[in-house]
Nanobody, 121 residues
Framework: QVQLVESGGGLVQAGGSLRLSCAASGSFYVIKTMGWYRQAPGKQRELVATVTSGGTTNYADSVKGRFTISRDNAKTTVDLQMNSLKPEDTATYYC???????????????WGQGTQVTVSS
């Protein structure tokens, strides 16, 4: 019912920048919070940043001041601008959306397929 398609990953040197994008499509009533999570090999998936439909943002301490999350006016696309990248940012990045399929009350979590970000030292 809902698909999340990510783009923008790749290989970059330390100190460089990348921009990730995620577009939601399908049939739904509303998308509430959208965000980005990441998972490095051998580690648990962790929150990177989220943004609510009202524009409130939340960042992991490790990315504050370096990453910026934004959402389009239609609220179906979320971007993650990543600056001053570090080798420890290397991970698979996953888009997440909290979706109300039939109304605003009950929501379901959807995930993208993931996009690889590799930062070389």
């Amino acid at each position: 019912q809902v698909q999340l398609v990510e783009s923008g990953g790749g290989l970059v040197q330390a100190g460089g920048s990348l921009r990730l994008s995620c577009a939601a499509s399908g049939s739904f009533y509303v998308i509430k919070t959208m965000g980005w999570y990441r998972q490095a090999p051998g580690k648990q998936r962790e929150l990177v940043a989220t943004v609510t439909s009202g524009g409130t943002t939340n960042y992991a301490d490790s990315v504050k001041g370096r990453f910026t999350i934004s959402r389009d006016n239609a609220k179906t696309t979320v971007d993650l601008q990543m600056n001053s990248l570090k080798p420890e940012d290397t991970a698979t990045y996953y888009c997440n959306a909290d979706v109300g399929l039939y109304g605003p009350s009950r929501t379901y979590a959807y995930w993208g397929q993931g996009t690889q970000v590799t930062v070389s030292s």
